[in-house]
C-alpha cells in the first residue's frame, strides 16, 4: 500500500479517554490526510498536512487534532473520545499538491 | 451544500453494459479529478486521475472533465462483475486539499 502504515488497525475504547493513531509513510510524500468513513458518508476529511509542522482543518476537524514533527509520521489525537467517533479512519499520502492519494489500510475505532 | 456530489445510487447494470457515473464540484478553484473504487472493507484504489477538459481514455475506463459546468464522470465499458464496488469521486483544490464525494455504489449482475 505504497509504504503507509497506520496503527493500530483496531482498537476499542472508552468515552473520554484520549486516542492516538498513528500513520507512517516511508515514501517521503509532503501531503498527509486523515480522513473517517461512516456508512451513507463517503470519506470526509479531519485534517490534512502539507509539510512539517504545516496542518490545516477539514470539513469535520471539530474534537481532533493533528501533529506533524517528522516528515513520515501524522499524528491524529482524539482529546477525549465520543460515541460519535466511532468510525473507520483512513491515512492517506499525495506526492504533490495535484497527485492522486494512496490510502493505508485504515483503523477501525469504537468508542463505547 | 456538498461540496462534490455524486449521483445517489445504488447503481446496477448487467454484464457487459456501459456503466456511467457522475459528480459535480462546488469549487471552481478545483485543480485535480480523480476517480478510485473501493471493495467492501477495503481502502480506496485509484482508477483514474484528469486535470484537463475532455476525455481520457484508460483501457474499459473513461474519464470525462468539463470544468465550466463543474463536472466530472467516469465510463465504464464492458462492465464485469468485479467492477461492482463504491466508486468514490475526488477533487483537489490549490492548496492540495482533497475533497470526496459520498460514493456510488455500482452492481454488475451476471
Known amino acids: 500500500d505504497a509504504g503507509i502504515t497506520q496503527s493500530p488497525r483496531h482498537k476499542v475504547t472508552e468515552t473520554g479517554t484520549p486516542v492516538t493513531l498513528r500513520c507512517h509513510q516511508t515514501?517521503?510524500?509532503?501531503?498527509m490526510y486523515w480522513y473517517r468513513q461512516d456508512p451513507g458518508h463517503g470519506l470526509r476529511l479531519i485534517h490534512y498536512?502539507?509539510?512539517?509542522?504545516?496542518?490545516d482543518k477539514g470539513e469535520v476537524s471539530d474534537g481532533y487534532s493533528v501533529s506533524r514533527s517528522k516528515t513520515e509520521d501524522f499524528l491524529l489525537t482524539l482529546e477525549s473520545a465520543t460515541s460519535s467517533q466511532t468510525s473507520v479512519y483512513f491515512c492517506?499520502?499525495?506526492?504533490?499538491?495535484?497527485?492522486?492519494?494512496?490510502f493505508g489500510n485504515g483503523t477501525r475505532l469504537t468508542v463505547t | 451544500q456538498k461540496e462534490v456530489e455524486q449521483n445517489s445510487g445504488p447503481l446496477s447494470v448487467p454484464e457487459g453494459a456501459i456503466a456511467s457515473l457522475n459528480c459535480t464540484y462546488s469549487?471552481?478553484?478545483?485543480?485535480?479529478f480523480f476517480w478510485y473504487r473501493q471493495y467492501s472493507g477495503k481502502s480506496p484504489e485509484l482508477i483514474m486521475s484528469?486535470?484537463?477538459?475532455g476525455d481520457k481514455e484508460d483501457g474499459r475506463f473513461t474519464a470525462q472533465l468539463n470544468k465550466a459546468s463543474q463536472y466530472v464522470s467516469l465510463l465504464i465499458r464492458d462492465s464485469q462483475p468485479s467492477d461492482s464496488a463504491t466508486y468514490l469521486c475526488?477533487?483537489?483544490?490549490?492548496?492540495?486539499?482533497?475533497?470526496f464525494g459520498d460514493g456510488t455504489t455500482l452492481t454488475v449482475k451476471p
Open positions: 484528469i486535470y484537463s477538459n
Open positions: 492517506a499520502i499525495s506526492e504533490h499538491r495535484d497527485s492522486p492519494l494512496h
Open positions: 498536512s502539507y509539510g512539517v509542522k504545516d496542518t
Open positions: 475526488a477533487v483537489k483544490n490549490e492548496a492540495g486539499k482533497s475533497t
Open positions: 515514501e517521503n510524500h509532503r501531503y
Open positions: 469549487d471552481r478553484g478545483s485543480q485535480s
